[in-house]
């Protein structure tokens, strides 16, 4: 019974810190300055005083590698646990793999935003869609519409399920 509820304390903990990370953002974000770019959500959001690009892309990270590590923890639980069952343990290690899949491509996608001429990004997975925060750009300004295409392709998702938030 003790392992039950424990396992069920892991679960709820997950659980808060998944909506914290991802729907917590959402209510903080400003309405979008411009209409959506082919069908695509394009969003400039300002800088706040005081805050450095460079923290917030670190931070951003260290979030969703701590959600991401905190489910995997729970997921390795479940399979080195011998009273779970074998379709158990075979759903969570697919799982596991899957998560570890979705991060690397995460970190993928950075690294193709960063290559389309923004000076950083973050993107993490939603649902059905990718979500990328891009910093300002290193030279001549890129087009946000071609990074949507781009992340649309790579991540295997139709463009209209693609968020890029650009931060000046």
């Known amino acids: 019974m003790f392992m039950l509820s424990r396992r069920w304390l892991i679960i709820g903990v997950l659980g808060l810190a998944v909506w914290l990370l991802v729907f917590a953002g959402y209510r903080t974000r400003p309405l979008p300055a411009a209409p959506p770019v082919s ?44 009273q779970s069952t074998a379709e158990a343990r075979q759903k969570a290690r697919d799982q596991l793999l899957a998560l570890s899949a979705e991060e690397a491509r995460a970190v993928e996608l950075e690294g193709l935003a960063r290559a389309e001429g923004y000076a950083d990004a973050v993107a ?31 991540a295997g998702v139709p463009p209209a399920n693609v968020v890029v ?3 000046p």
């Open 39 to 82: 069908g695509s959500a394009v969003t400039t959001v300002g800088n706040p005083a005081g805050t450095d690009q460079d923290a917030f892309f670190a931070d951003y990270r260290m979030r969703r590698d701590r959600a991401l590590s905190l489910e995997a923890s729970l997921l390795r639980d479940t399979v080195n646990n011998p």
């Open 124 to 154: 993490f997975f939603e649902n059905q869609g990718v979500t990328v925060v891009v910093g300002p750009a290193k030279g001549a300004m890129p087009s946000p519409a071609r990074l949507v295409q781009v992340v649309a392709r790579q």
């Open 165 to 167: 938030i650009q931060r």
